[in-house]
Every structure is written in C-alpha cells, then in structure tokens.
C-alpha cells in the first residue's frame, strides 16, 4: 500500500506517494480515468488494459495518476490492489463531476467519468490527461436537449485532454459547435480532421494542426500566458487508419443501433451504453478493438505531453 498524501490544491484529495512526489518535483504526471476499468470492458481484460495504460505512461517517463473515489475519498495515483478493486468490485457507481461531492459525503466508491477525472486531476495540479472519446451533444438535441457534461466541466477546467474526438453515436458537429461557444481549444494531431472515436474521420474539419508533443506544450504555455477564464485544451488524435473500425460497418450498425434505440425506448443516460454495447456486439467486438487501440494512442500522446511540458520553465 502507498502512502498517501493531501493535494496541493484541495485537502479533500488524496494523492498516492508516487504522484505527490512527482508534482512537487515537477516531474511528468498523466491522469487516466477509471471508467474504462470498471464499466467499460469486460472481466478480466479489465484490470489487463488498466496495468497496460499505466504501463505506457511509465515507458514513455511519465508517472500515471489512476483516478477514483473509494469509500468517500477521491484518490489520484492508485495501489495495485486499488487498481485490482476497481476492476473487480461489480458495485462501483459511475461518478462524474456533479456526483462528486454526494459521494464523498455518504462514503460511496466509483470509477469517475471524463468530467470527474478532469477535475480531481486538475484539483491535484496534473496538467495532461489520456482517455478515450469525450461526451458531447447528443443528437436530437432539439428535442431532448441531452448534453454530456463532459463539455461544461471543461469549460473551466485548465487540463489538457488527449482523446480520439467525441464519440460517434453523438451530434459531431453540433459538439464541435459547443466547444466553440464554450471556449475549449481544439487542436488536430497531424490531422485537420476531427477524428470520429472508432474512426479516423468524423468528416468535420479542426482548425488547427499540431505535428509534435512540443507544439502542444508550447500551445498549453500560451493558454497560461494568456489568461482568461480557466478552459480546457483538447488534442484529437486520431486512432491508426490501419486500425479504425470499418467506416462501412460501424455507420451501418450504428444506424441500426440508433433504429433499436427508439424502439425500445431508450433515452436518457441509458442511450450511450445502449449504443456502445450494441456496436460491440454487431461488429464482433472489432468496434472494442478500435476503441481500445484508439486509447492506448491517446495515452502514450498524452505522457509525451507531459514530458514535453515538465521540462518547460515555470514562471
């Protein structure tokens, strides 16, 4: 078991040993969300992938910061049987940003969503953070007026997060929109197209294209420099072309997925593991594939981010 310590930024936060070091030192730190452990794969692939990710921060130099809350305490940088019970204990809520503080409050435990990491981690004073897909405005928004709260925690949340665009069952350009009118910094790596989660391609335009860690630094500094409200940098980085989902399948399943959806229906915050765990099962698993070599790209981006921005001066 690590020891732990209080966050610089919030008491309410504790860090593992190993994380509280590195900040003081300045050393490079990734946050890694732990809803992809506990409700986003399968047993015991599960505990596998999360060991992998930790383990593509660590070859690259970095320090990975698993993020949680166990037992009321938001815990950044987990211990191996932490990790272990993530995984395993089939009662973990899901907890983004909103359910934070009712969590800490009655004692419960959960893996924390995209918005609930962002913010835990920013709190510790990590600055880069690897995941998957963001939420974002679901379609049929007129009607429904469903929209992740992913986008509104980012909104002020100085954190920069590597991800392979928003997820594809969503409104990609209705998102891409909100995150304009949010402020939220949307930078293409390599790419000046915004990529569709599975897919290399959402077919939406960004309008701005980084080509190396240090560009992303230096854009990071330039947010620092400055000022102004507290947003966050997204950096979409598109999964391997090689290792996308078939564009062909993935649009007819999940239109399939879609039909299904309102026939039975589904709405609410059933809608999106509905979808996901109905384009897993049509595609044989290849759409869990796409999305897991989409994760292990972002992962490793974001720790050469974090290098990039470690060695960089502080004022």
């Known amino acids: 078991m690590s020891t732990e310590h209080s966050a610089p930024r919030s008491r309410a936060v504790a860090l593992s040993e190993e994380v ?20 986003g794969l399968p047993r015991p692939r599960n505990l596998q992938v999360a060991r992998e990710l930790e383990g593509i921060v660590r070859a690259a130099g970095a320090v990975p910061a698993t993020v949680a809350v166990l037992d009321g305490v938001p815990r950044v940088g987990l211990a191996k049987d932490q990790v272990e019970r993530i995984a395993e204990d ?3 809520r899901k907890l983004g940003f909103r359910d934070l503080a009712p969590a800490l409050a009655t004692g419960a435990s959960g893996a924390t969503t995209v918005s609930g990491t962002a913010f835990l981690a920013a709190r510790a004073g990590i600055r880069v953070f690897g995941t998957g897909g963001l939420g974002g405005v679901h379609r049929g928004w007129v009607s429904v007026q469903d929209e992740s709260a992913d986008l509104s ?50 077919g939406e335009p960004v309008d701005w294209t980084v080509e190396d860690p240090e560009q992303i630094a230096a854009v990071m500094a330039a947010q620092d420099a400055l000022g102004g ?12 072309a090689e290792l996308q989902l078939d564009p062909a399948l993935h649009d007819r399943v999940l239109a399939d997925a879609l039909a299904a959806a309102g026939r039975e229906g589904v709405t609410g915050q059933a809608v999106t593991p509905f979808l996901l765990a109905y384009l897993t099962e049509h595609t044989g698993g290849a759409s869990l594939e796409a999305n897991l070599a989409a994760v292990r790209g972002n992962v490793a981006l974001a720790a050469e981010i974090a290098v990039r921005w470690s060695r960089r001066p502080r004022e």
């Open 20 to 39: 509280a070091d590195a900040l003081v030192r300045r050393a490079p730190v990734v946050a890694l969300e732990s809803t992809i452990i506990s409700h």
């Open 90 to 92: 089939p009662s973990l």
């Open 153 to 202: 925690l980012l909104a002020r949340t100085r954190i920069t997060v590597v991800c392979a665009g928003v997820k594809s069952i969503l409104d990609v350009p209705a998102t891409l929109q909100r995150l304009e009118t949010l402020g939220i910094g949307v930078l293409g790596y390599g790419t000046g197209r915004f990529p569709g989660f599975y897919l290399t391609d959402s």
């Open 229 to 240: 409200h507290s947003s966050a940098l997204i950096v979409a980085n598109p999964v391997a």
